[in-house]
């Protein structure tokens, strides 16, 4: 995967969590979820099979009709803190600083989730 298509997809993960987790964008969110659980899995990389399992599990909980909000708020704040280790690693260290960024909004939704 070249650098350019995973700015592109950070960026389009960024620019999700930015929106905030709401119904109507459910289904973009879904997209940009199955793009990263697919990268991060084929990635084989023990730093981030554990982001791309959780991924699985935030899609599932999504696809759900009506998903619980504070389940989905734990998995998210969850998942901000699985990006920040691989931003702080030599795995993440090319995108850090969107990594951090991501990280935050991931760990920020999530818990504005889990106090609905």
Do not use: C, K, Y
Not at 4 to 17: K, M
Not at 25 to 44: H, K, P
Not at 54 to 66: F, H, S, V
Request: glycine share 8%; net charge negative.
């Amino acid at each position: 995967m070249e650098a350019n298509e995973n700015d592109a997809e950070l960026d389009g993960a960024v620019a999700f969590l930015q929106g905030g987790i709401r119904r109507p964008t459910i289904e973009a969110g879904l997209r940009v979820i199955e793009v990263w659980e697919q990268r991060l899995a084929a990635s084989e990389s023990p730093e981030l099979l554990p982001i791309a399992e959780n991924l699985a599990a935030l899609r599932t909980l999504l696809l759900a009709g009506d998903f619980d909000p504070a389940a989905v708020g734990r998995l998210l704040v969850a998942l901000g803190e699985q990006v920040r280790a691989v931003a702080a690693s030599d795995v993440g260290a090319p995108v850090a600083g969107r990594l951090s960024q991501l990280s935050t909004l991931l760990t920020n939704q999530g818990n504005a989730l889990v106090r609905r």
